[in-house]
């Protein structure tokens, strides 16, 4: 159905899922340049992106929104940044904006989601990426935050740079977006796993904005216990995770707000579905592909499936 992508520029973007991800590379598109990028959303989303807009650190943004059946022309690139319960649909939605030549990449929690998109529309659209560090906080249309992290991103081997990879550069350069182009993304992809896996669910349980994290010893050893069974499975996956991605992990950590919180926080405290399947669900599961023991991991996603009982039953 779609051939080979060989993209020449990149003057149509689409970002589906305006989170605090979502909001932050749409802000930043539209302050570059404010015809190139839209919003791609359905029923009540559409609706209240056209009537509210999104306001970034307090700045409004009537940023262009499209219907996912609208016919107009296809994206060169499309920024996927939902939550992974909603990615089925996502993938369903962009249907009419991926085009021969266009570019897909998720900016979402987890190690599978460019294998899900590639299933569709081809494993030669997708490229990896992770985003490190942003400490954005949302609360209805407003998103704020005072550190945008790192974008890491690129094929999955990167020794020597594609041409999409470097327009794709190019192009965040523009944007003042910071990014980082690693030899090898999906060791990275496994890295930002488990970073979530551990700071993601302890500050789900704790109810803990980072500064916890930042003083507390007891905490930080009971986020390194979840991050280091992710360490074992990768290991025996075949992908190499350190000692020193945990002091890499915690040199982030360090600059950002103390009042800034992990997305599954937001999601405990908005009383929505938490994306604990992807991450300890994960884990236990190919702990148990493995042979190895996930005992933290199970006790965590018992405590969020509790958690989330009280407000989704």
Known sequence: MYGAC???SIERISVIGVGAMGAFYASRFYEMDSHSISVVAGGERYDRLKERGLIVNNTHYSLPVVRPDD???PSDLIIVTVKNHHLGEAIQDLEN??????????VMNGIDSEEQIGAVYGMDRVLYAVAVGIDAVVRGNHMTYTTQGKLFFGEARNSELTER???LQSLLDRAGILYETPDDMIRVLW?????NVGINQVSAVLGAPYGVFQRSQKTRDLMESAMREVMAIAKTA???LFEKDIEDWYAFLSRLSPDGKTSMVQDVEARRKTEVEMFAGKVIELGNRYGIETPVNETLFRFIKAIEQEYLS
């Open 191 to 195: 890295w930002k796993f488990m970073i």
């Open 97 to 106: 904006r991926v085009g021969k030549n266009t570019v897909i990449f998720s």
């Open 6 to 8: 060989v993209m020449s």
């Open 71 to 73: 016919r107009i022309p």
């Open 165 to 167: 990879v470097r327009k």
């Open 238 to 240: 075949g992908v190499n």
